[in-house]
């Protein structure tokens, strides 16, 4: 099947961007593995951004920001479906007891820090708070009371969504298990489910504590235990009349029950209530409360939250173009429901990221080792959709096009460091490139070891790439571009217009000039030229290049000729993250292993001199760097098995002989 925006993820965030999206006039599917099981059910629906004392600014921010959405926003679902949200403003108590000091939950002492001229708290001592709510446990000295945080009853809340998302035209498939991403140059083109590859034109990952089977994102479940007490027929009407925010503890009032929670368990999927979170529970709730302690158990429950090391969400683009984020809302899911689905729809249908969103996005847990490579935006943990290995070689590669222009290999070589021409020759027959790049200045000026080259190869065959190697300002390399033009009409391609732009004024570590290099591309690329700009890793460079009209962009891995091998690993992902046009890793590479790690980055192509000239065999060299290319792509189309922390058996563990 095909849907213009397919969803992961059937909780309230995933239900409410589906509604958002479709309110904006979208074809919506959304793909849940079971309704049942989403966080959503674990909560008890506290809008609690100010008795929470969230300490991050930005998160403050915008939870502040949902929680004054949440009026409109419940009022326009109510109106929608008939249904009501259990929406209210109700405000929230926040107790200390007397370990605190009197100073305020946390001492904090009588200044909350989360007050501010947005969102007032007032301290309320030993008497008021007692007079304010009655029946609070003895132990309670004063308090916070923060009037406008507010409530939702969560449940009700997830009924109306999902009878909203269905009541406009929201497809809604239920008892779909999402098994993988299937990806190419950095687009994703559908996933892998238990009922077949669904495909769409962009895809929300909304997965919740599930989203790390699917992509390695550091989302982790954190089970949550909870209970409800009933309010007995002899108590008066809601006794609790606010919702208490204590120590590891909170009791949300609701019509003729008390909901209790919440424990917070590393312990991954693991299932069901435990005496010992229950106790845990009832203990805190007692002390807090002290009468609850007659009221009739209701129920138990547990659910799976979605935490992240910062416990702040994952909001925003990803690696692939065509796929957003919006997963790790751990505790605030609930609260932050309104701003994500207002956020996610504006990124997605008017490209508009909104500032706040930089705070959440997913590179933030990226490490930037020298030579590793951090595995979110590794595109190959993302299969090709090919499960069946038919053939030898099963994934079939898009050919790379170059300026309009199509290519089979994805290996470029050059002329230059060789002991001979022979030696170039047989190279170049080796390496199976279609592409070989040669130093104009060089060829014209008949320079030690270019003596000849222009008749050395069967340029019939080979694509001639023209480089300005040598000069050290814009002026020279645009003079030495046209110089290579007209060398590659006289040798017979009439129609090429190819350039590999090099501005290096760095004689000691031949480092590229990027304001020479962007001012010659501008002008290169208004004369007619296919631009192929030598660049240090600058993502912002490379972008500024892209736009003016590059053909691709050439960021080196380390200095030229040095042999170092990957050394910009985290700059080169990024800026293939983002590249509309081709990226030729190029600089640097000094050994197959290498230019493999280089292609499964995601790099389109490879640029190799020095590491086969250089080499005591370059022929076999060549051939290496052939094998290496072609291996490192189909990796990174095929897809590498996920990285997890523990052992899993190669051989069943079912059906074996025991004696």
Same mark, same amino acid.
């Given at each position: ?5 397919? +969803? ?80 209210? %403003? ?12 009197? =100073? ?12 501010? @001229? ?57 008892? $779909? ?24 034109? &962009?895809? #929300? ?53 008390? $909901? ?6 590393? #312990? ?6 435990? %005496? ?29 939250? /979605? ?13 692939? =173009? ?6 790790? &809302? ?30 959440? &996005? ?6 930037? /080792? ?13 299969? @090709? ?64 070891? &270019? ?44 129609? @090429? ?50 736009? #003016? ?21 985290? *700059?080169?992902? $990024? $800026?293939?993250? *983002? ?32 590491? +086969?000239?250089?080499? /005591? ?8 760097? *052939? ?21 899993? %058996? ?10």
């Amino acid at each position: 099947m095909t849907s213009e925006i397919v +969803i992961i993820g059937g909780g309230v965030i995933g239900l409410a961007i589906a509604i958002e999206l479709k309110l904006r006039g979208t074809n919506v599917t959304v793909l849940c593995r079971d309704f049942q099981a989403a966080a959503t059910h674990a909560a008890a629906g506290m809008l609690a951004p100010d008795a929470e004392n969230i300490t991050n600014e930005a998160m403050l921010s915008l939870c502040w920001r949902s929680r004054a959405l949440y009026p409109d926003w419940t009022r326009k679902l109510e109106e929608l479906t008939g249904l009501n949200t259990g929406y209210r %403003p109700c405000g929230i108590l926040a107790p200390v007891f007397a370990e605190a000091g009197g =100073q305020g939950a946390g001492g904090r002492g009588e200044v909350s820090p989360s007050a501010s @001229n947005f969102s007032p708290a007032y301290w309320l001592n030993n008497e008021a708070i007692h007079q304010y709510q009655p029946g609070l446990g003895a132990e309670v000295v004063g308090g916070w009371w923060y009037p406008e945080d507010a409530q939702v009853d969560n449940k009700a809340l997830a009924h109306v969504l999902r009878t909203a998302a269905e009541s406009i035209g929201v497809e809604l498939k239920d008892g $779909i298990r999402v098994e993988g991403f299937l990806q190419q140059q950095g687009q994703v083109v559908g996933v892998q489910t238990n009922a077949g590859i669904i495909r769409a034109a &962009h895809y #929300v990952l909304a997965s919740g504590a599930w989203s790390n089977e699917l992509l390695p994102l550091p989302v982790v479940p954190r089970k949550g235990q909870m209970l409800s007490v009933r309010i007995p027929e002899f108590a008066p009407d809601l006794p609790l009349k606010r919702v208490l925010f204590g120590q590891n503890i909170y009791i949300v009032p609701r019509c003729d029950r008390l $909901i209790i929670g919440a424990t917070s368990e590393d #312990v991954g999927f693991t299932p069901n209530n435990t %005496p010992d979170g229950i106790q845990k529970l009832l203990q805190a709730a007692i002390r807090l409360y002290p009468q609850l302690k007659h009221y009739p158990i209701q129920e138990f429950w547990w659910g799976f939250r /979605p935490a992240t090391p910062d416990e702040l969400p994952i909001l925003g683009t990803s690696h692939c =173009q065509n796929l957003t984020f919006a997963t790790g &809302h751990y505790r605030n899911g609930i609260l932050l429901t309104p701003v994500t689905a207002a956020l996610i729809a504006d990124l997605i249908l008017e490209q508009k990221p909104d500032p706040l969103l930089a705070n959440f &996005h997913y590179s933030r847990f990226q490490s930037q /080792p020298s030579t590793s490579t951090p595995m979110l935006t590794h595109s190959a943990n993302f299969s @090709n959709g090919h499960h069946t290995a038919i053939s030898p070689l099963p994934i079939q590669d898009s050919p790379l096009i170059i300026a309009g222009k199509t290519f089979q290999s994805r290996l470029m070589t050059g002329t230059g460091k060789y002991r001979s021409i022979e030696e170039m020759q047989q190279s170049v027959i080796a390496s199976d490139c279609q592409i070989v790049t040669v130093a104009v200045r060089r060829v014209q000026t008949k320079a030690p070891g &270019h003596e000849g080259l222009a008749e050395a190869l069967d340029w019939t065959k080979i694509w001639m790439l023209p480089n300005t190697a040598g000069c050290q300002t814009a002026e020279e390399a645009i003079r030495v571009a046209r110089l290579g033009r007209e060398m590659a009409k006289l040798l017979g391609q009439e129609d @090429n217009n190819f350039v590999k732009l090099e501005v290096i004024p760095d004689l000691k570590y031949l480092l590229p000039d990027p304001i020479g290099t962007l001012q010659a591309a501008e002008q290169l690329v208004k004369e007619g030229f296919a631009v192929l700009p030598y660049i240090n890793a600058d993502p912002m460079l490379a972008k500024r290049l892209e736009e #003016v009209g590059c053909a691709t962009v050439m960021p080196l891995a380390s200095p030229i000729g040095s042999g170092q091998g990957l050394k910009t690993t985290a *700059n080169i992902q $990024i $800026i293939i993250e *983002n590249a509309g046009i081709p990226v030729v890793v190029d600089a640097g590479i000094g050994s197959p292993s290498e230019a493999a790690q280089a292609m499964e980055l995601g790099a389109d192509v490879l640029l190799i001199n020095s590491a +086969i000239a250089l080499s /005591p065999n370059p022929a076999a060299m060549a051939r290496a760097m *052939n094998l290496a290319t072609v291996a490192g792509r189909l990796a990174y189309l095929a897809g590498r098995m996920p990285i997890k922390d523990y052992a899993s %058996p190669s051989s069943p563990l079912t059906g074996t002989i025991t004696s």
